[in-house]
């Protein structure tokens, strides 16, 4: 009879925590670990149509949430990366309604998903240059996509932590071969996925 897993929590406890003064490192997957956020060419990203809008999206949510800072932030071509930190309790939504971490999250995966969405059988006006014309966008078009169901988040805890988790962000792009969420990286996928589940 084959294991079943019950997906881990990846919030925490205490709710409170969520409208606190607080950075956070969050990660967000594709569905599928499909790669239509960007390619990587050298150690560079060449985003996607898809993946400027998922880019435009994330950036447009200090517009959206008063109280928060949007720091780095990478996008990958399967996932996206980024700090986020609340500068005071609560953040808000332009309505004046109190909003939390996963709250913001939802709205931008929302966001970027209606977004991508409604320029599907468009094509941008930016052409890429011969160099950049590799693997994922070669017709310049928007991908469609889902987002995984849920999102990985981490509470940087001091500045060594955050130091750390802003070089990993950084130098994401040139340990695209060994990342975990790289399709060829499949154990190593599985043996993350396991560990996050109970």
Same mark, same amino acid.
């Given at each position: ?78 996932? +996206? ?5 609340? &500068?005071?309790?609560?953040? *808000?939504? %332009?309505?004046? /309604? #109190?909003?939390?971490?996963? $709250?913001?999250?939802?709205? +931008? ?5 209606? &977004?991508?969405?409604?320029? *599907?059988? %468009?094509?941008? /006006? #930016?052409?890429?240059?011969? $160099? ?17 169901? %849920? ?7 001091? $500045? ?26 499949? $154990? ?11």
């Amino acid at each position: 009879m084959p294991v079943k897993f019950r997906r881990k929590k990846n919030r925490l406890p205490i709710p409170e925590i969520y409208r606190s003064n607080h950075s956070y490192f969050v990660t967000v997957c594709v569905k599928g670990r499909a790669c239509c956020l960007s390619d990587i060419y050298k150690g560079r990203i060449n985003p996607s149509p898809t993946g400027e809008i998922v880019e435009h999206s994330w950036i447009s949510m200090v517009d959206l949430v008063r109280g928060i800072s949007i720091e780095e932030f990478v996008i990958m071509p399967n996932h +996206f990366h980024g700090i986020i930190t609340f &500068l005071h309790e609560p953040a *808000l939504r %332009s309505n004046g /309604k #109190k909003i939390n971490l996963s $709250e913001i999250i939802r709205m +931008f995966k929302a966001r970027s998903k209606r &977004l991508n969405d409604k320029n *599907l059988n %468009s094509t941008p /006006k #930016k052409q890429p240059n011969v $160099e950049e014309r590799f693997i994922v966008h070669e017709k310049q078009l928007y991908t469609p996509f889902q987002w995984q169901k %849920s999102f990985y988040d981490h509470v940087i805890r001091n $500045e060594q932590d955050y130091a750390r988790i802003q070089s990993y962000i950084i130098n994401n792009p040139v340990r695209w071969e060994m990342d975990m969420f790289h399709p060829k990286n499949e $154990e190593k996928y599985q043996k993350w996925a396991i560990a996050n589940k109970s």
